[in-house]
């Protein structure tokens, strides 16, 4: 089984910036993809970003290409996502998840995060 756990959400204006962070536990995350999902109020979850156990792949949404960037500490069982230029378009929870696979492909997440909230003020 493995846990993993959210922060860094919170309060912030339009053109600002912050770092969502994700620490897992509970086993190595050896080979395992890590991802970054968002849900807004009134919406389908969608993904984000994910990137390979050796951050070799790195895949985004068109959405936040280019604005947000994914990135992991094995060491420390950590995956990050750095979002800059926020717009009131990216609140919603942020959810960390984590499977075996490949980076590229947006389905088969075994393990989720409980989320972490994110609002972007006009």
Not at 13 to 27: E, F, T
């Amino acid at each position: 089984q493995v846990q993993l756990v959210e922060s860094g959400g919170g309060l912030v204006q339009a053109g600002g910036s912050l770092r969502l962070s994700c620490v897992a536990s509970g086993r190595t995350l050896t080979g395992y993809v890590m991802g970054w999902f968002r849900q807004a109020p009134g919406k389908e979850r969608e993904f984000v970003a994910a990137i390979s156990w050796d951050g070799a792949t790195r895949n985004y949404t068109p959405a936040v290409k280019g604005r947000f960037t994914i990135s992991r500490d094995n060491a420390k069982n950590t995956v990050y996502l750095q979002m800059n230029s926020l717009k009131p378009e990216d609140t919603a929870v942020y959810y960390c998840a984590t499977k075996l696979g490949i980076a590229s492909t947006t389905e088969n997440y075994k393990y989720w995060g409980q989320g972490t909230q994110v609002t972007v003020s006009s």
